[in-house]
């Protein structure tokens, strides 16, 4: 679902923000790690087409956090 959401906010599909917040609580549910930085990363981008950069940013943090927490250099 984040990744069909992604691909969605690069068609400039306004569905694409239900999508990516659906995906994001999905992954808080499952408590995966790894997909719940996929799923962050997914929505900030929704937030920042959506509304603004300045939404988008703490998702983006949270991301870029847990991905190290990981050892994810991606």
């Known amino acids: 679902l984040a990744d069909k ?3 969605d906010i690069w068609r400039g599909d306004s569905a ?5 917040e659906r995906a994001l609580a999905i992954a808080r ?16 981008f929704s937030a920042g087409y959506a509304f603004s950069p300045e939404v988008a ?3 983006f943090d949270e991301a ?4 190290r927490e990981l050892g994810d250099s991606w």
């Open 16 to 20: 694409s923000l239900d999508q990516a």
């Open 5 to 7: 959401a992604l691909l």
């Open 57 to 59: 940013q703490p998702y």
């Open 64 to 67: 870029i956090s847990l991905t």
């Open 29 to 44: 549910e499952v408590d995966d790690a790894v997909l719940l930085a996929r799923a962050l990363t997914t929505y900030a």
